[in-house]
């Protein structure tokens, strides 16, 4: 059955799942992904997506606690930008295009 409440909570899990993109994982080949930046951004971008996973969950659950819980993987998404562009900056990719394009297509939806 299509509601909005199930509507929002898949709405809400795949954005969170948009933040995979950012790991070393989706990296160009070839591309350098060693390091404590890249490290961070992965164990953040998983976390977030972890976050989200669990706002879904209480939000199905009708719990009070999910918007909170998706406001706050918002705000570590957000946070885990910062290492995400010094690596690949850092990593030789001096077309950040794309850097710019992942940075910027996930934030404005929150």
């Not at 059955?1 to 795949?14: D, E, H, S």
């Not at 997506?49 to 009070?64: H, I, M, N, Q």
């Not at 918007?67 to 010094?86: C, H, Q």
Request: proline share 4%.
């Amino acid at each position: 059955m299509f509601t909005i409440r199930n509507l929002g909570g898949v709405a809400l899990f795949l954005f969170g799942t948009t933040y995979l993109w950012l790991t070393p994982m989706f990296a160009k080949q070839g591309l350098s992904t060693r390091g404590v930046l890249w490290s961070i951004t992965q164990v953040g971008s998983l976390l977030t997506l972890l976050g989200f996973a669990v706002a879904t969950w209480g939000l199905f659950k009708r719990a009070s606690w999910w918007d909170e819980t998706a406001i706050g993987s918002a705000i570590l998404g957000l946070v885990v930008l910062v290492p995400y562009w010094i690596a690949a900056h850092n990593s030789g990719r001096r077309h950040l295009g794309g850097t710019y394009w992942s940075m910027l297509s996930g934030p404005p939806v929150c």
